[in-house]
């Protein structure tokens, strides 16, 4: 028996950081919206131990080892629930490795849900939750998806309402950026300035809510944008193209260094497409929309 289970990619619409706390992290106020670009996580009880095994397009970029964020958690809930982690774990990986998409995060929770189904551990959400938090900060929200507030170092959630369907293009850059060395930045253009508590913007939680395009435009930020773009100055190439061909907004996704385009419709979605894809600005251009549904078990 095999269990298959579909999670989203992320964007960060709103990305407030505040100063580097003593355990390295930083405080954030994080509000996240699932789009629809997946990986699906596939587990099967294997009878040579716990294995790994990727495809798609950056595959090769994808560690096979027990660092992959879905070893770690098959191991994790083995652990604390008694099982054996022997099973072979297939990530079919359509999310950009290392762009801020949160696709590593994915992994991590598409295979703990699928592990969990498996098992029949009888976990409950919040047990799942706690596995995920221990994960890594963005994989709590790959398991619940929709749109919702991390607070914290991101993994404390409150869900969200969303009004409507938002449109969006991506530009995949032509190498990743580590996360670690984004935040460090952060610190370091920040060093000698006060950085204030991270705060949720109400105008951008409502503009969510009543599915506002516009007003969503106007309120997006991410405070790690700056140090992005320090660390790959390139990327306000990409921002200005899709600016220009008519993106409600343009910004840096995360961590990046994928940029994400608002648009009003999937008509608009195609025009920024078109005109990110002839620049030679970025390494590929894709679509999608959101809000999109967390981890979902789709086959077993
Ligand atoms: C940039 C975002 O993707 C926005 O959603 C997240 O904040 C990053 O989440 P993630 O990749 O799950 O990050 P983690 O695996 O928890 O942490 C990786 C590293 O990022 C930095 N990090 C991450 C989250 C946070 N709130 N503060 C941090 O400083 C730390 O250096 C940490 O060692
Ligand atoms: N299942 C996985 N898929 C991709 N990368 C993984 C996975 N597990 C571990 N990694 C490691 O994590 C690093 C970051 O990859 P990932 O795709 O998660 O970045 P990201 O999308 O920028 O993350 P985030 O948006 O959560 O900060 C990779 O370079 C890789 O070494």
């Not at 992959?68 to 098959?74: E, P, Y």
């Not at 398991?143 to 293009?169: D, K, N």
């Not at 005109?275 to 086959?299: D, I």
Request: hydrophobic share 45%; proline share 6%.
């Amino acid at each position: 028996m095999s269990v298959t289970v579909r999670v989203p990619a992320k964007v960060n619409v709103q990305l407030a950081v505040g100063a580097a706390r003593p355990d390295g992290f930083h405080d954030l106020a994080n509000v996240f919206l699932a789009v629809g670009l997946y990986d699906e996580v596939t587990v099967t009880p294997s009878a040579d131990g716990l294995r790994i095994t990727c495809e798609g397009p950056d595959a090769g970029q994808v560690p096979l080892d027990r660092t992959n964020l879905a070893a770690r958690a098959a191991l994790l809930l083995a652990d604390r629930y008694g099982r054996s982690a022997d099973v072979h774990i297939h990530i079919a990986k359509d999310i950009p490795v290392a762009g801020g998409m949160a696709g590593g995060s994915a992994d991590g929770a598409g295979a703990l849900l699928a592990c969990d189904t498996l098992w029949e551990t009888d976990a409950s959400r919040e047990e799942l939750l706690d596995i995920c938090a221990e994960l890594g900060s963005d994989v709590p929200f790959s398991l619940v998806g929709g749109a919702a507030l991390g607070t914290g170092r991101g993994e404390r959630l409150t869900p969200l309402e969303t009004g409507g369907t938002f449109h969006w293009v991506f530009a995949m850059a032509s190498r990743g950026l580590s996360t670690p060395a984004v935040f460090r930045e952060f610190d370091r253009l920040a060093e000698g300035r006060h950085v204030p508590e991270p705060v949720a913007s109400q105008e951008l939680i409502a503009a969510l809510a009543k599915g506002d395009a516009d007003t969503l435009a106007a309120t997006v930020t991410n405070d790690l944008q700056p140090a992005a773009l320090s660390l790959f100055p390139e990327l306000a190439g990409t921002l200005a193209t899709g600016r220009e061909a008519g993106a409600l907004a343009a910004l840096v996704s995360g961590s990046g260094p994928t940029t994400a385009f608002l648009v009003r419709d999937p008509e608009s979605a195609a025009a920024v497409q078109r005109a990110l894809a002839a620049s030679g600005t970025c390494r590929s251009v894709r679509t999608a929309s959101g809000p999109a549904p967390g981890a979902t078990v789709t086959g077993r």
